[in-house]
């Protein structure tokens, strides 16, 4: 009995650590080939811990042509305005949808749900066309514009999943002392779906952190590219530096995973509440 | 008299979300389907219609087929594998062991990586020669396995879809994790008493516990797998020959690469289709599950 139960734990720590290291793997590789100096990388037998440990490759990343400075203020730029221009348009309609009663709510819902699935590339083309015709091709509204297409939906999704589940007696107890709904929303639910707003923040700005496909097809001046598009178009233009590129990655990833770990367990709330309710 | 005004004010709450998502949503599937009707060109904004001619041209042309199939092996071949690596990854999270609140945030960090760094992070590690994998490989004595893993167009699809997956199976495992948490321990100890073993209990008190979240994560695991451009198109794309070109590459280079717009949105309006019947039939399991049902 003893015996079986410790090849049981053997199967399962040996799992585990299967587990373990597939999450892990492209990360060491991503990190020993940012701290290796140019001829290391090209050295065989690779090592996965640098012989000697450079930091070379993130001042190159930081003071190099890469202009890595200027293409993460435009990240940030972008990033930012996309979040508060979906937290404002889709709160008072998430709220809206959780406390009055409205004809065509369940519609709304549904479309919701269903523009979240919506190919990027149908809507690419129109939006294109649009943003060409308006001249707005090389701005970076033309991206916080086309970022709206997912942020928006994914927002009030998140948003009405929290609402609900605030308690409505405090602000009808409100109403009663003669606040208005305006009032009720900005003093009182505001403050207690705190969670709920910082954890569609953060989802917000991780997607438009790293969107890709609309700042490939609008940007088309190099100093204004994002990060994701800087990044991908050095490939070509310097194929072989991989070790400045992992450092590029390693510094694009970090906001993204302290914004996503520091929130973790706000977002597991809101994306349980919001895609399934288990 | 003030309670319709009343009602009429509750809906300008919603309309920033409803204006949005007309203009930046509705037009576009809309002109889209237009567009598919038309031969359009960019520069001289001229528009000729040609009806169905279009979508003649496309559907009985051998690349479309082509690109159907890479699109059914690049949606399906992500999706199955998720399900079968993230099911027994679940169960495992699902058990009382030493360090898990140190493994969870490792354990997802998959998920957390944005889409172009595991791309670019894999690409490098697909490099011939000095990149990990072949490495890898030959130290394993698995030497006889490396392959040119994103320049053979026998091999490049699935090269791509290994990054995918790598980053995808996280998100179905933590769903299921969840559901799982759920599924009420009486129910187990009550196997167990008649003698069921773990794999029984996976297979008769664990699978059909979480169903319905394994049916919709899936549902979401096509949906976004088929629309999913970002790898494919940072790592290969579409290449070599044509052999990773899913339906939305066939969109993005037709448009941007061949500047034929209306082609273009032939492929469009038949992704958005097929789209469509798996957002249907999303909407229904949600639904099922109370989600919408409160409303």
Redesign the interface.
């Known amino acids: 009995m003893g015996r079986r139960l410790t090849a049981k734990q053997f199967i399962f720590y040996g799992a585990l650590s299967l587990f373990v290291v597939l999450a892990l793997l492209p990360y060491l590789w991503i990190v020993s080939t940012a701290l290796k100096d140019f001829s290391e990388i090209f050295t065989i037998p690779i090592r996965l811990i640098p012989r000697h440990i450079t930091f070379d490759n993130f001042k190159a990343v930081i003071y190099g042509q890469m202009h890595f400075s200027q293409k993460f203020m435009n990240s940030l730029i972008v990033t930012i305005a996309t979040t508060l221009l979906s937290l404002v348009l889709s709160l008072p309609c998430a709220y809206a949808l959780t406390r009055f009663k409205m004809k065509g709510k369940r519609f709304l819902l549904q479309t919701i749900l269903i523009s979240q699935m919506i190919p990027i590339v149908v809507l690419l083309i129109p939006l294109y066309i649009v943003i060409v015709k308006l001249g707005l091709i090389n701005t970076f509204s033309s991206l916080v514009i086309a970022n709206l297409t997912f942020s928006v939906p994914f927002a009030v999704w998140i948003l009405y999943g929290f609402f609900t589940r605030l308690p409505i007696s405090v602000e009808e107890s409100a109403m009663i002392d003669g606040c208005s709904r305006f009032q009720i929303l900005v003093r009182i639910v505001l403050p207690s779906a705190m969670p709920g707003i910082a954890a569609s923040a953060a989802y917000t700005f991780i997607s438009a952190w790293q969107e890709y496909i609309f700042a490939l097809t609008f940007i088309d001046s190099q100093r204004k590219f994002t990060l994701p598009v800087a990044l991908t178009s050095y490939i070509g233009q310097y194929g072989t530096q991989w070790g400045n590129m992992m450092a590029a990655s390693l510094l694009v990833t970090l906001p993204v995973l302290v914004l996503f770990f520091g929130v973790q367990t706000l977002m597991v709330k809101g994306l349980t509440a919001g895609a399934v309710k288990g | 008299m003030k309670r319709s005004s009343e009602?009429l004010w509750?809906?300008v709450?919603?309309a920033?979300?409803?204006l949005?998502?007309v203009v930046?949503?509705a037009?576009?599937?809309l002109?889209?389907i237009q567009?598919s009707f038309y031969e359009?060109n960019?520069t001289s904004e001229s528009q000729v219609f040609i009806g169905l001619e279009g979508y003649y041209k496309i559907l009985s042309s051998n690349d479309f087929y082509g690109f159907l199939r890479i699109s059914f092996i690049w949606t399906f071949g992500i999706v199955v594998t998720c399900l079968v690596i993230a099911l027994?990854?679940a169960a495992?999270l699902n058990?009382e062991?030493r360090c898990k609140s140190i493994?969870r945030?490792?354990?997802?960090?998959?998920w957390?990586?944005?889409?172009?760094?595991?791309?670019?992070?894999?690409?490098?590690?697909y490099?011939p020669?000095?990149g990990?994998i072949d490495?890898l490989l030959r130290a394993l004595g698995l030497g006889s396995l490396v392959q040119n893993w994103l320049g053979d167009p026998d091999v490049a699809l699935f090269s791509v879809m290994i990054?995918t997956i790598?980053r995808g199976y996280?998100f179905g495992a933590?769903?299921y994790l969840?559901?799982m948490?759920?599924i009420p321990v009486n129910l187990y100890e009550a196997a167990e008493v008649d003698g069921a073993g773990s794999i029984n209990k996976f297979f008769h008190i664990t699978i059909p516990g979480i169903l319905?979240?394994i049916i919709?994560?899936n549902l979401?695991g096509v949906?976004w797998s088929?629309?999913a451009?970002?790898n494919l198109?940072?790592m290969t794309q579409g290449g070599p020959i044509n052999s990773s070109t899913t339906l939305?590459i066939a969109?993005?280079k037709t448009?941007?690469l061949y500047h034929r717009?209306g082609d273009?949105?032939v492929y469009?309006?038949v992704?958005?289709v097929m789209?469509l019947i798996?957002?249907l039939l999303?909407?229904q399991f949600?639904a099922k599950?109370?989600?919408?049902a409160?409303?």
């Open positions: 009602k509750n809906y709450w919603t920033p979300v409803f949005t998502m930046l949503l037009y576009p599937i002109r889209t567009l359009y960019l027994p990854f495992i058990n062991f493994m945030p490792i354990l997802m960090l998959p957390a990586t944005p889409v172009v760094i595991t791309a670019l992070t894999w690409k490098w590690m490099s020669n000095f990990m490495y990054p790598w996280t933590f769903m969840a559901a948490q759920t319905p979240t919709v994560v979401l949906m088929l629309n451009i970002q198109w940072i939305p969109v993005y448009a941007f717009f273009a949105s469009g309006v992704i958005g789209m798996f957002a999303y909407i949600v599950k109370g989600e919408l409160e409303v």
